[in-house]
């Protein structure tokens, strides 16, 4: 079974410039989200979807960072403009979701590093 | 304050010997994930617990929550080389059983010395 893909894997751009990093789940996972790790943290969730619905993006820094999951299986997370303090990596990770009582596992990707100068 | 408190931050242990990581938090954890993180790459599910109580093992590692579902342990019997990296708890603080929503830790590094 594949994983959850990520791209690019490293990205180095200057402060005010855009990025964007697509992210392809597991095949049937409805939930998709993006967390931000800067180093030596843990990761920090920004966004949760819902097949193509936001379920929490009360931590995505909206003047800057968007996301979108239009068909409900890929997603984009795009940064503009870049800050120094935006410098991190970027997880995708997937699950499914059954809205019982039971927990799922949520799968991580490889990870996109942005490195902002 | 973190919601989720690992302790020790780094640990260096000798190959052979076992070790143990703890993941503390002042709130209920309705579902709690180990992962295990390598430099430049991404997270790697070990185990996940949601019972107070539960205990799991996969090879040489086995982590146990609490009765009171308030701390987890992360314990690795005679380590290996292949044990380094960096070990993260995770947990949903919110009940969203089937909808989960992930805390981390700051991470635990470990390194294994021959």
């Known amino acids: 079974e594949a994983g959850v893909a990520q791209s690019p894997r490293y990205k180095i751009i200057e402060k005010r410039q855009s990025v964007a990093f697509w992210c392809n789940p597991i095949s049937g996972h409805a939930t998709l989200y993006w967390y931000q790790q800067i180093l030596g943290q843990g990761p920090k969730l920004l966004i949760q979807f819902q097949n193509n619905g936001v379920v929490d993006d009360s931590q995505l820094p909206k003047d800057r960072f968007s996301a979108e999951r239009l068909k409900g299986v890929d997603s984009t997370l795009k940064i503009q403009p870049a800050k120094l303090e935006d410098s991190a990596v970027y997880l995708c990770?997937?699950?499914?979701?059954?809205?019982?009582?039971?927990?799922?596992?949520?799968?991580f990707g490889e990870g996109s590093w942005l490195t902002v100068v | 304050s973190q919601e989720l408190e690992q302790s020790p931050q780094s640990l260096i242990v000798q190959e052979g010997k076992n070790l143990t990581i703890n993941c503390t938090s002042s709130?209920?954890?309705?579902?709690l994930y180990w992962y295990k993180q390598k430099y430049g790459e991404g997270l790697i599910f070990l185990m996940m617990l949601q019972k107070g109580g539960e205990e799991k093992s996969h090879e040489k590692i086995t982590a146990k929550l609490d009765e009171k579902k308030q701390q987890s342990s992360l314990h690795i019997t005679a380590s290996q080389p292949s044990h380094a990296g960096i070990y993260l708890c995770g947990a949903d603080i919110g009940s969203n059983f089937g909808n989960e929503k992930l805390t981390f830790g700051t991470g635990t590094r470990l390194t294994i010395i021959p």
């Open positions: 709130k209920t954890l309705y579902g």
């Open positions: 990770a997937s699950s499914l979701w059954t809205g019982g009582d039971t927990g799922n596992t949520i799968y």
